[in-house]
């Protein structure tokens, strides 16, 4: 190895996070049993109650359209970050003008945003994917300004000089060099945007898994409140582990350091 060689990182231990796992719901289990069934359900009663909302008709009509606005809302959301990032790499006329509006968008708190999506849209799927649009295009938009700023301009004069279209540009130059930091933003945008639409559906809906949170919570039934949040994690684990964690390893596959 060379003397500036940095070891690779290494491997996530899945027994340590086992173990971790194991802690925290030891941890739930002590504060439930210290803060009583009114307060705190315990492990075992919100997977028993995770049984019994399987068999509630509004189980899956809940599910179903939180799903489709998490889908709707982060998707259009990243495309447009997206788009207006890889415009603003190439133009600093349009970054400049875009920044201000990042900044307002990155700065304002989600609580603000839902009040005036509630006046403007009322309640509904409509006020929950623009909320839900608004505060995740500004992510993808930054990490997108960001790597296109990092990309050898080599590489750029080269595709000049082979006359590369913008398709061409765009698949063998931008992509490769974009995506490491997209998948990441894609990550966290992902994982955001489960909790900002719970977090809306919450104040101002009236379907969803956040309207049957708040319900759960108006009449103090807290094994059916903890069984609703087991699901939101048990959805963001499916998301990252079965989606986007491989998306993301085999967009970046070709960075990993070889071994012949």
């Not at 920044?99 to 609580?111: D, G, H």
């Not at 998948?183 to 719970?198: D, E, H, Q, S």
Request: net charge positive; charged share 15%; hydrophobic share 55%.
């Amino acid at each position: 190895m060379k003397p500036d060689a940095m070891p690779a990182a290494a491997p996530t231990s899945w027994r340590w996070s086992a173990l971790g796992v194991v802690l925290i719901f030891l941890a739930w289990e002590i504060a439930a049993r210290v803060m009583g069934p009114m307060l705190m359900a315990t492990p075992w009663q919100a997977l028993q109650s995770i049984a019994d909302l399987s068999r509630d008709p509004g189980f899956w009509s809940n599910s179903q359209a939180s799903l489709l606005r998490i889908a709707i809302g982060v998707g259009t959301g990243c495309f447009i970050g997206f788009t207006l990032g890889v415009l603003a790499g190439h133009d600093a006329r349009l970054r400049g003008l875009l920044e201000p509006l990042r900044w307002l968008l990155m700065a304002i708190p989600p609580v603000v945003v839902v009040v005036l999506a509630m006046l403007w849209f009322g309640l509904g799927s409509g006020m929950v994917i623009f909320i839900t649009i608004l505060m995740m295009a500004p992510g993808m938009y930054v990490n997108t300004v960001k790597g296109m700023r990092m990309i050898d301009r080599g590489l750029l004069e080269m595709s000049q000089v082979y006359r590369f279209g913008a398709w061409m540009r765009l698949r063998h130059i931008y992509l490769p060099a974009l995506a490491a930091p997209l998948t990441a933003a894609l990550l966290i945008a992902t994982c955001g945007g489960v909790r900002l639409v719970v977090m809306a559906e919450v104040l101002g809906a009236e379907s969803g898994v956040g309207y049957a949170l708040a319900n759960a919570r108006s009449t103090f039934d807290s094994g059916r409140l903890y069984a609703w949040v087991l699901l939101i994690l048990a959805l963001v684990g499916l998301l990252e582990f079965l989606l986007l964690q491989p998306i993301q390893r085999r967009l970046t596959r070709w960075q990993e350091p070889s071994h012949a």
